[in-house]
């Protein structure tokens, strides 16, 4: 066999993902409703395959999907059905090619050939097979099927995170905004030279001045359009919901409606990548435990079909994914009961409703009695909360019991630019992340108790730090008179810090740091300050992490 | 470019108090003057802070601290980017002294317990009068150890 092009491969993988996403589509559509525009799009789409993939190299690709593709054939041209089967067996190809791609990407030369799917259901001329009514140990088998992969999924993601360049589709109309912008910039350039070329500046004053802010206001444009290229729209990953919510419904007999809201608003890539996790848990906890069965909904006056609705709406500071279902809820009085049975709260402790969901996010937490091969993937709660706080985003739950759940979750459009604050620690000025506090609140030292190191907040007591204390080693009581103090909320746990003075808010751009700033635990990143100076931009997640854990090992020397 | 440099190689020579050190030329990216590094905290000493480059950050290491020298610095020190494996860094240095041919065969591989890591310690040169240090510099100002306090810290 010839030596295979590794560019020309790795374009037709990309090119070939895109298309099996939208093949993901058209099967969900076919699902609703058999169209013969549908089914046709679905065959463009093996065709196309096939034949890039044999032009390539990739022939065990072009071999597979010519007979998935003659499976298509056969209904379009009336000799079968459409039935439950073949659906699943177009899903189910487009998960293997998925994964079967990814490895591909990584290692071209990759041999594999689907042997165990085509077992399945295809006899041995590659005919397939029909049974109208799936049995029980065939369903089985498709679980089991299902479960393989899923180890080979963990081998790729663990060989994704070496690829350190990462290949964006950007549409086209974007570039040529950007393009468009970049030509008008050099046109006002090209007039202010020749402004100064025929010395003539103080004749064309005017010009001059009306040209520099054109270039100004064309750069500032320049600049948000640039960012946009990262961003792209939150449509991508509802399919894939869809779909995750389609094949649990399907496993679990249950009938669902998915709505979705503003797929259209956008989001920067590498956020909407570590949100995929999160919502595909959240969604199949609904699916699992939210939704009751048909029969059951029957008689709760109830749609028979439930309902999980999924929105993103742009926001001010970024934007918000709302998934609501309408099922049975969460059920307050069990929650409680649990967290008390794991020692998470203390018996007889009032909370609020609030509260008492929140607890569902704690590590630990887990309303074992249920627990089915679906959400007892080993992600808990906890573990979406971590996820989303990685890329600064916060979750919310709210429920009624008996009408439905709902997540609210906010994140922001992009990592690289964070509202923050400028602050004076030991006469340096630091950032702060507005989303990483709570409140600022000027503090009076006669709020400050125990040697400085409590301070109480609204009647409660919460520990106080001074950041200039993390910072340097500087260790002087200078609190003269009133000072500011941010108070931060991490992991339930309020801490109060303590800054010289606030100097304002500012929208930073996010440098990232070379490695060895790591050795610095405060910092999360680098930014240039309105006055030109280099800042650092202050992990209070990790400083806060750091001094409980310290106030937690000196408890328990002392005691 | 002539004949007579083809097996040698070009070195920067800078001086740190009274000693010279040397280089391979092309391990530096530019020679800059002296800007003031901002405090980045929990960092050894010898770990200046940082500086914004032309819109890139950062990190300063001063080599005389470094290498152990005392006070008494140099008023206009000089720094030298250079590219690392960890990312850019800027090294302090009292003065950059000259370019020099030197083949590297002919670098006396003599390894001395001294200021420099010995791993970073390529030999000496013996160039006219002088006996310079030829130190792997990218090697060298990589190194950054985690500041030994950083743990104890918030206990204050």
Known sequence: MSELDDDLVKSFLEEATDLLSKWEGYCLQLEK???????????????????????????????????????????KEGRSQLNRKKLTMFL????????????????????????????????????FVEDEDVSLEAQEVSTEAQ?????????????????????LRVSTKKIDGLLNLIGELSIQQSILEN??????????EALVQSSLNLSRKITKEIYSMAFGLRMTPVGGIFQRLERAIKDLARDLNKDIDVVFHGSEVEIEKTILDKLIDPLTHIVRNSVDHGLEKNEERAGLEKPK??????????????????????????????????????NLVKANSTMTKEEIFSLIF?????????????????????????????????????????????????????????????????????????????????????????????????????????????????????????????????????????????????????????????????????????????????????????????????????? | MSEVHEDKERYLVYRIKDELYASPLLDFKEVIEFIKPKIVPNMPNYFSGMVNLRGLIMGVIDLRKKLGYQENYELKPSMLICETDVGPLAAIIDKVEFVVYFSPT???????????????????????????????????????EKSEKVEQEKAA
């Open chain 1, 92 to 127: 189910d190809a487009q998960t293997i090619m998925n994964e079967w791609f990814a490895v591909l990407m990584l290692e071209s030369s990759y041999k594999f050939f689907p042997e165990e799917f085509i077992g399945k259901y295809f006899n041995e001329k590659k005919e």
């Open chain 1, 362 to 559: 704690l590590p630990g937490f887990s309303t074992a009695e249920k627990v089915t091969n679906v959400s007892g993937r080993g992600v808990g709660m906890d573990v979406v909360m971590k996820t989303l706080e990685e890329v600064n985003g916060k979750i919310l739950v709210g429920s009624e019991e008996g009408r439905g759940t709902k997540f609210k979750i906010s994140i922001p459009t992009s990592l690289s630019i964070v509202d923050s604050l400028i602050v004076n620690i030991n006469n340096d000025q630091y950032v702060i992340p507005i989303h990483s506090l709570e409140e600022v609140v000027d503090v009076d030292p006669v709020h400050m108790k125990m040697e400085d190191s409590i301070y109480v907040y609204r009647g409660k007591v919460i520990p106080f730090l001074h950041l200039g204390d993390v910072l340097q080693d500087t260790n002087q009581k200078k609190h003269h008179g009133v000072f500011p103090v941010l108070v931060t909320k991490v992991q339930g746990k309020r801490l109060a810090l303590g800054v010289d003075m606030v100097l304002g808010q500012h929208q930073s751009v996010v440098r990232t740091l070379s490695s060895y700033f790591e050795k610095s635990f405060a910092v999360s990143g680098g930014t240039i300050l309105p006055s030109g100076e280099p800042g650092l931009i202050l992990n209070i997640n990790s400083i806060s992490e750091k001094y409980f854990k310290y106030l937690q090992t000196s408890k328990e020397v002392s005691a």
């Open chain 1, 195 to 204: 402004c100064i070329q025929q010395s003539a500046v103080k004749d064309q």
């Open chain 1, 33 to 75: 409703e058999l169209t013969p525009d549908t089914l046709n799009a679905l065959f463009r789409i093996a065709h196309n395959i096939k034949g890039s993939s044999r032009a390539v190299g990739l022939n065990d690709v072009g071999q597979f999907i010519h007979i998935i593709e003659d499976v298509i054939v056969s209904i």
């Open chain 1, 147 to 167: 479960s393989k992969p899923l180890a080979e999924e963990a081998k790729v993601i663990q060989l994704k995170k070496e690829v350190k360049d990462e290949v």
């Open chain 2, 106 to 144: 002919e670098i006396q591989d003599l390894k001395v317990e001294g200021k420099v890591d010995i791993s970073c310690l390529q030999g000496f040169m013996q160039y006219q009068e002088h006996l310079i240090s030829v130190i792997d510099i990218k090697k060298f100002v990589s190194n950054i």
């Open chain 1, 305 to 342: 079909k439930g309902q999980i609705t999924i929105s993103a709406i742009k926001q001010d500071d970024g934007v918000e994914i709302i998934v609501k279902d309408d099922g049975r809820g969460l059920n307050q009085k069990r929650i409680l009961e649990k967290a008390i049975e794991k």
